[in-house]
């Protein structure tokens, strides 16, 4: 009899070193994952940033653009429709992308049957 319940003993001892394992283990990997998540939002901070960066670049490179527009036709139609065929056009160029924009929306807000479009 002696020697069962020390074999229980023992048993009790091992199932108690391994909860203590496995919350070091769980522990370990909680750790893990907040340190992996810190270093993942740094790396999608600096993305939005420079993304925000060239964007703005984007948006200077094309009033450059447009500016140009009105000016090479300046001699030829005069400021002011100059500036209104510039505009025109730009305004018909958006409303082209936008109702591209549009169609993808409807397109990725579709039902998964594949009924409309």
Do not use: C
């Not at 769980?26 to 960066?53: H, N, P, T, W």
């Not at 169609?103 to 479009?117: E, I, N, Q, Y």
């Amino acid at each position: 009899m002696k020697h069962d319940s020390s074999e229980a003993a023992g048993i009790i001892a091992l199932a108690r070193q391994l909860m203590r394992d496995a919350r070091a283990w769980i522990s370990a990997e909680i750790g893990f994952y907040q340190a992996l998540i810190g270093d993942r939002m740094r790396d999608a901070k600096m993305a939005i940033a420079f993304a925000v960066l060239a964007l703005v670049l984007a948006n200077a490179a094309l009033i450059a653009l447009l500016i140009g527009g009105i000016l090479i036709l300046l001699p030829y139609v005069g400021a002011f429709w100059a500036t209104l065929i510039v505009i025109g056009l730009t305004l018909a160029i958006a409303a082209i992308l936008g109702l591209s924009a549009l169609d993808h929306v409807k397109r990725a807000l579709r039902s998964p049957t594949g009924g409309d479009r």
